[in-house]
């Protein structure tokens, strides 16, 4: 089954991770456990694809469009569970163009889901992702970003604009 969806999202570089956990704590936000993921991107003409593998969970492809900012903003996405061994098939049809292998640490808080993230060859980033809804509307997601900003003490030299994908690939 596919789902058309919308967030509102934020994304920093984390200093500080046993802070970052203790925030979690002092929120009472649910710990979910690490994911290991691996997102593999394809050449699309517009927006982003990847291939998201998780273990443990389903793999996912992930289509979306989101403006480059460096500030809270809104997401657009298209996700569907898909069955593994797909990967050859997109890298067939659309060619990759990079892959982030990275460690999670999923924390939930209300409608608001809470990456620890840890991207092999980057560091640590942490990311805030509330998902939208009939009840939770942009503005109520943008104040709550504005919220846990706050209790993790992000700084706005520590926002980023883009995805881990562009970050990788402006580090080498």
Same mark, same amino acid.
């Given at each position: ?10 994304? /920093? ?15 009472? /936000? ?85 990456? $620890? ?16 809804? /009939? ?12 919220? $846990? ?24």
């Amino acid at each position: 089954m596919t789902v058309a969806r919308r967030n509102i999202e934020l994304k /920093a570089r984390l200093h500080d991770r046993d802070a970052a956990t203790q925030a979690c704590r002092t929120l009472n /936000a649910r710990p979910e456990g690490d994911i290991h993921q691996t997102d593999t991107y394809f050449g699309v003409p517009e927006g982003r694809l990847k291939l998201r593998e998780s273990t443990p969970g389903d793999d996912y492809l992930v289509f979306y469009r989101r403006p480059d900012v460096a500030a809270v903003k809104g997401c657009d996405y298209t996700i569907a569970v898909v069955p593994r061994g797909l990967k050859p098939v997109l890298t067939a049809a659309l060619g990759v163009i990079g892959v982030v292998d990275k460690v999670r640490t999923l924390y939930l808080w209300e409608n608001v889901r809470i990456h $620890l993230d840890r991207v092999q060859g980057l560091g640590d980033f942490i990311e805030f992702e509330a998902v939208l809804g /009939a009840e939770y509307d942009d503005a109520d997601g943008e104040e709550k970003l504005a919220r $846990l900003s706050r209790a993790f003490a992000l700084a706005p030299a520590d926002l980023l604009a883009h995805s881990y994908l562009e970050l990788l690939d402006n580090a080498r």
